[in-house]
Nanobody, 124 residues
Framework: QVQVVESGGGLVQAGGSLRLSCLAS????????MGWYRQAIGKQRELVAG????????YADSVKGRFTLSRTNAKKNTLYLEMNNLKPDDTAVYYC?????????????????WGQGTQVTVSS
């Protein structure tokens, strides 16, 4: 079983910064992808930024130049999202998505799991 836990959300004024963390743990064999998504009230969930196991990244146009992904090198199971120059439009619940393979019943199978989300609120 895989667990995905986000942390680091909070309330910040416009122009401020926050750092979100996503930790994937459990019976993980390998991780292929980790990404951050967000969902504001009344809107659909959207991609913020993602990273493949090879280190390739992609960012939503709205966050390019302001948000930066990084991860731990050892197990590559922790993904950070550094968010700078935050704007009120960045207010949303931020979710971490992790996809890869896990050990299960003596074999390996694919997984694609989400965390519970962390609230980010940016005041004007």
């Amino acid at each position: 079983q895989v667990q995905v836990v986000e942390s680091g959300g909070g309330l910040v004024q416009a122009g401020g910064s926050l750092r979100l963390s996503c930790l994937a743990s459990g019976t993980i064999s390998s991780i292929d992808y980790m990404g951050w998504y967000r969902q504001a009230i009344g809107k659909q969930r959207e991609l913020v930024a993602g990273m493949t196991s090879g280190g390739a990244t992609n960012y939503a146009d709205s966050v390019k130049g302001r948000f930066t992904l990084s991860r731990t090198n050892a197990k590559k199971n922790t993904l950070y999202l550094e968010m700078n120059n935050l704007k009120p439009d960045d207010t949303a619940v931020y979710y971490c998505n992790v996809a890869g393979r896990e050990f299960a019943s003596g074999s390996v199978r694919s997984f694609d799991d989400w965390g519970q989300g962390t609230q980010v609120t940016v005041s004007s």
